[in-house]
T-cell receptor
């Protein structure tokens, strides 16, 4: 069966510090991968998605970046965090081929910027 | 652009039936999805409507009417564990998923 791992679960970082969140998927090949951010009590905002190794599309311009060094690895990064980067970050994957493919989410990383 | 609207909160009692509505403004999309998210947890997929009509999965049903730009999630025989946030989502043609703001369902004993 397919599983998705996301870490860390919780992170507290000072303003201006770097960030690296990692997400890995097991049990599937060539997945579509996504990074979302969710503000408290709000919906999900798509940040980045990837259809293959090294292929990253950004939905929202910001100081975050994403990379996909391996087929089932997706990394969210920042060189200098801002207060506004606080939130709940979710990684997700879906199978290719078909618009009805559901998205499967990781457990999320709760990021607090101080 | 695309936008979806949902009620922010819904309250119901155990054993009751509740309907969570989702209205949208998008020119064209593949289908309407619903996700459940418990506090502090990850969203989980519930249902998908590609065509107009009703889709039933156990106690949950989902409905879509493209002509009315409207859909809903119906939860029957409510249980305490159904207390969660529910999100509708559409995938516009040529784009990725767009999620609604979510509806927080509280089930009372």
């Amino acid at each position: 069966s397919q599983t998705i791992h996301q870490w860390p679960a919780t992170l507290v970082q000072p303003v201006g510090s770097p960030l690296s969140l990692e997400c890995t998927v097991e049990g599937t090949s060539n997945p579509n991968l996504y990074w979302y951010r969710q503000a408290a009590g709000r919906g999900l905002q798509l940040l980045f998605y990837s259809v293959g190794i090294g292929q990253i599309s950004s939905e929202v311009p910001q100081n975050l970046s994403a990379s996909r060094p391996q087929d089932r690895q997706f990394i969210l990064s920042s060189k200098k965090l801002l207060l506004s980067d606080s939130g709940f970050y979710l990684c997700a994957w879906s199978n290719r081929g078909g618009s009805n493919q559901p998205q499967h989410f990781g457990d999320g990383t709760r990021l607090s910027i101080l | 652009g695309q936008s979806l609207e949902q009620p922010s909160e819904v309250t119901a009692v155990e054993g009751a039936i509740v309907q969570i509505n989702c209205t949208y403004q998008t020119s064209g999309f593949y289908g309407l999805s619903w996700y459940q998210q418990h506090d502090g947890g990850a969203p989980t997929f519930l249902s998908y409507n590609a065509l107009d009509g009703l889709e039933e999965t156990g106690r949950f049903s989902s409905f879509l009417s493209r002509s009315d730009s409207y859909g809903y999630l119906l939860l029957q025989e409510l249980q305490m564990k159904d207390s969660a946030s529910y999100f509708c989502a559409v995938r516009p043609y040529g784009q990725n998923f767009v999620f609604g703001p979510g509806t927080r369902l509280s089930v009372l004993p």
